[in-house]
């Protein structure tokens, strides 16, 4: 398995920030609470972040951040806050003039966030024209799944007697072949990191997560991509969505008392952001 990706310093930092992109063509699991809480990460550990909003339908990344805000003026508390930003589909009919108008939000939201040092792209769960822009934009491409054969859908389609990948989906494919574009027109060590994390994954050694780990690990040396830890399913992530809340600002907030699940939350925590290389921020 690759190593984690560390962060360009000072002195070997290229122009730009670096893009995370949290991508997958499917609702529901859960790419904007891992945004928020990588948007939470790196900037406790002391960097400038901007963060984009791609999904305009749903918002959630963005009513995320607002409720964050309301929840620090209401509170008299000094939080944080990424420079955010939410980019809306265009309305034009025109499918042509629909994407130029896209295009030119894209990127002049992207030069508006150029001093950041890390921008997280939050897409939609859906294929669409912002969504291609974000993926192609991708220095990191964080792809949450849920641990089951549902969601894996989203990468391959599966036999359902052997739990063998027949092969790649439409999805998996773009990715990959982005990925050999961007190596032959910047070089093999310029293409980008593919992390997919596996969210509420089973606390029991099932058949199920057997199949799962035996097929994510036939896919991802066929398409590249390496595999970390997400989140189980815990009521602790719908209640900081209330209050814009991530599990790092529990103690300083002092909003939710600790449990054991909330402990368990935080272990999960730290093992993401060690996988993404943020082993060093205090969780």
């Known amino acids: 398995m690759p190593n984690a990706p560390q962060l360009p310093t000072e002195a070997s930092k290229p122009a730009g920030p670096h893009f995370f992109v949290i991508g997958n063509e499917k609702g529901g699991t859960g790419k904007s609470t891992t945004s928020m809480h990588l948007i939470a990460g790196f900037m406790a550990s002391g960097a400038r972040v901007g963060s984009m909003d791609l999904d305009s339908r749903q918002g959630t990344l963005t009513r995320y951040i607002e409720n964050r805000r309301d929840f620090a003026a209401k509170n008299g508390l000094d939080l944080t806050m990424p420079h955010h930003h939410a980019v809306l589909e265009s309305r034009a009919n025109i499918k042509a003039e629909a994407e130029a108008e896209e295009a030119t939000t894209f990127h002049r939201t992207v030069q508006e966030l150029r001093d950041c040092d890390v921008i997280i792209i939050d897409t939609p769960g859906r294929d669409s024209y912002l969504s291609r822009l974000g993926h192609a934009q991708a ?10 054969f549902v969601d ?3 990468l391959a389609i599966v036999d359902p007697d ?5 092969r790649p989906s439409k999805y998996a494919e773009a990715v990959f072949q982005e990925k050999m574009s961007r190596a032959r027109r910047l070089g093999a060590n310029r293409t980008f990191d593919w992390i997919v994390i596996r969210n509420r994954l089973s606390q029991l050694d099932s058949r199920n997560r057997q199949a799962m780990d035996q097929a994510l690990e036939e896919l991802s040396r066929r398409i590249g991509f390496r595999v970390a830890p997400g989140f189980s399913e815990r009521v602790v992530f719908r209640e900081l969505f209330l209050e814009g809340l991530t599990l790092l600002d529990l103690k300083s907030t002092g909003s939710t008392k600790m449990s054991m699940s909330h402990v368990a ?3 999960e925590l730290r093992d993401l952001l060690s996988a993404i290389g943020l082993s060093d921020v205090k969780v």
Request: hydrophobic residues 35%; aromatic residues 4%; charged residues 30%.
């Open 139 to 148: 220095d990191t491409l964080i792809t949450p799944i849920n641990d089951s």
């Open 152 to 154: 894996l859908d989203v």
């Open 162 to 166: 052997t739990y063998r990948v027949r």
């Open 265 to 267: 939350a935080r272990q």
